[in-house]
């Protein structure tokens, strides 16, 4: 490992910067023993400790949405599929193979022409948004094909000369940002039919020229989002991981400093930028760049303690993947509620927010499917949001039964594993300050008995108690027991000892 970081350093010290890629580097969170000297390290504090920040933790449940031409096709063309032929629905332009049209790209390239959504209202998509319990929306400004929905001064490709021509993306800072959802706006910075972008690191002057026409494309966009729509909260940027980019660390640096300063408070994920030894999203010292973790995507953390007390969000399609339109859902494991549900407490559990994809299609409408998600989701918020909104990790030991997550001296168990006994052990160490005194139903109020239960399991480290589920307490959904912790010792009466 030494020999690692002292190789760094040296080629840092030659100036030669043009190592990338993580491999290289190793696994994104070791650190090492001594702290190697950044200069494009984080910019922000870690954590952060602002009402802003703050504010983010507290979310708990988001709405992505993503939407964009790619909407118009909805992952097919003239009745065939592109399933076989583009890696997503909102990759649909790369479309390639014996199934891709003829002359897809161009067509592609020119479906903005007929971009005309009759269905589009941001203020329903806002309340069906509040309906469902989301308290903040990550949208796309722009996703890789370059397609603006803001009437950027940037590029012709936007929307205002589509036949639609209004402002997308302001209707929905605007709606949204009345119903009391923060607002994110997603941007990419790949750009796929953009004459300046490039994929390696320029090599020349003539590629440098031209690379730097496209950095600075990129920053007029990001400030002009900025002054356009000043009520947002964040960025959610993707598209970062080609080599250009990743060799513009300089650049990046000083465009995250510009835009923090030009929007104080404006919350900024690990996926922008990287340091100059191309770590990306952890620096080379494994401290977090960006405000949260932004690599949970279609991917939940393996525990608590892995997190290293980062903040970080979850963001998951419905469909395997693809997150944009898909007209066509069939032969598709798409998540039920229950398994949303179940991957949301698990978020909260860890400190984490949890963010449901929404692909609308061209008119601006939602998937039928989508739209059962938010009306079940939202009913399932209404009973049990307490567990889910500004609260945090409990340190309880985890139980078989769900998640705990806690609020002060209030501790939510969200049950998904009702025990056939309709015994909720809850394991309480034995040198506890806090001890459970009362137990109910979050849906109801309904009490539930709980009492010490001395089960002879009194020689391992934690003392048990117990939490009576009334027998004809009956719940088709994930249901919240709702436990207060009280000031006091765990009984911890010995029984004769084991001999053996
Ligand atoms: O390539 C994108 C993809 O299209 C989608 O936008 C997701 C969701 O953020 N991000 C990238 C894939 O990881």
Not at 19 to 35: F, N, R
Not at 281 to 305: A, C, I, V
Not at 367 to 376: L, V
Not at 389 to 411: C, I, K, M, W
Request: aromatic share 14%; with cysteine.
């Amino acid at each position: 490992m030494k020999n690692k970081f002292l190789t760094i350093v040296a080629l840092t010290a030659m100036g030669i910067s043009s190592i990338h890629g993580q491999a290289w580097l190793g696994s994104t969170t070791e650190k090492p023993k001594e702290k190697i000297a950044l200069k494009y390290g984080p910019i922000s504090p870690n954590p952060r400790t602002d009402a802003d920040m703050q504010r983010f933790r507290e979310y708990g449940l988001g709405q992505f949405i993503h939407w964009g031409v790619y909407a118009i096709p909805g992952n097919e063309w003239n009745g065939v599929s592109a399933r076989k032929g583009a890696a997503a629905s909102e990759w649909i332009r790369s479309w390639s193979g014996s199934t891709a049209p003829k002359d897809w790209k161009n067509t592609y390239d020119n479906l903005y022409k007929s971009f005309n959504p009759k269905d589009f209202d941001a203020k329903r998509w806002a309340k069906e948004a509040k309906g469902m319990g989301a308290k903040y929306v990550i949208f796309t400004t722009k996703h890789h094909d370059g397609f603006a929905l803001w009437p950027t001064r940037y590029s012709d490709y936007n929307i205002s000369k589509t036949p639609y021509k209004k402002d997308i993306v302001k209707q929905i800072v605007d709606a949204y940002t009345a119903e009391g959802i923060d607002v994110y706006l997603y941007f990419s910075i790949l750009e796929w039919n953009n004459p300046n972008y490039l994929y390696a690191a320029p090599k020349n002057d003539e590629e440098k020229k031209k690379y730097q026409k496209f950095l600075q494309y990129t920053r007029n966009q990001l400030l002009e989002l900025l002054k356009n729509y000043p009520q947002i909260k964040g960025f959610w940027f993707d598209g970062t991981w080609d080599k250009a980019w990743i060799s513009s660390y300089e650049f990046t640096y000083q465009l995250e400093k510009e835009l923090r300063e030009k929007h104080p408070g404006l919350i900024i994920g690990s996926r922008f930028r990287n340091d100059e030894n191309g770590k990306r999203h952890f620096d080379t010292n494994g401290d977090l760049l960006g405000d949260y973790e932004q690599g949970w995507e279609r991917k939940l953390p393996s525990s608590f303690e892995s997190l290293n007390g980062n903040d970080w969000d979850c963001v998951m399609t419905i469909p395997p993947n693809g997150w944009g339109y898909m007209k066509d859902w069939s032969g598709l494991y798409t998540k039920t509620s229950d398994d949303l549900i179940e991957m949301l407490m698990k978020s909260r559990s860890m400190n984490g927010n949890f963010v449901i994809n929404f692909g609308p299609d061209g008119n601006g409408d939602f998937h039928p499917e989508e739209k059962k998600i938010m009306k079940e989701v939202g009913e399932w918020m209404k009973l049990n949001a307490k567990a889910v909104y500004a609260t945090h990790h409990s340190d309880l030991s985890s139980t078989p039964y769900g998640y705990f997550t806690q609020r002060e001296n209030t501790v939510y168990l969200t049950v998904f594993n009702r025990p056939v006994n309709n015994i909720l052990r809850i394991p309480i160490d034995k040198k506890a300050k806090e001890i459970p005194i009362k137990a109910s139903l979050l849906a109801n109020g309904a009490p539930s008995v709980i009492k010490h239960s001395d089960i002879g399991l009194d020689r391992d480290k934690n003392t048990y108690y117990d939490i009576l589920l009334p027998k004809d307490f009956t719940s088709d959904k994930a249901f919240v027991v709702e436990i207060q912790l009280q000031k006091g010792s765990a009984n911890t009466q010995k029984l004769m000892d084991a001999k053996m």
